[in-house]
């Protein structure tokens, strides 16, 4: 199928010519993408340092418990700045 496609190119860069085309189109290795590409071994993005997920650790937990509403807003405002 490749060979087909060089062919068709060949004969395109040989009509080219005879039109007065003076650049003929030249033929272009083949990049190949890696199969796997490396993943982040952390399972949360990299945006998250470690402050922010204690302070969301840390309001998970204090939902679960009925926390003062006042509190948990002041967490929120925290991981806002």
């Given at each position: 199928?490749?060979?087909?496609?060089?062919?068709?190119?060949?004969?395109?860069?040989?009509?080219?010519?005879?039109?007065?085309?003076p650049e003929?189109?030249?033929?272009?290795?083949?990049?190949?993408?890696?199969?796997?590409?490396?993943?982040?071994?952390?399972?949360?993005?990299?945006?998250?340092?470690?402050?922010?997920?204690?302070?969301?650790?840390?309001?998970?937990?204090?939902?679960?418990e009925k926390?003062?509403?006042?509190?948990?807003?002041?967490?929120?405002?925290?991981?806002?700045?």
């Open positions: 199928m490749q060979k087909e496609a060089e062919d068709r190119v060949r004969k395109m860069q040989s009509r080219a010519r005879l039109v007065g085309n003929p189109f030249a033929l272009e290795p083949q990049k190949h993408l890696p199969q796997n590409p490396p993943r982040d071994k952390s399972p949360f993005p990299s945006s998250f340092d470690h402050d922010t997920l204690i302070i969301l650790a840390l309001l998970w937990v204090l939902w679960n926390a003062d509403s006042k509190l948990l807003l002041a967490l929120l405002y925290i991981l806002l700045l």
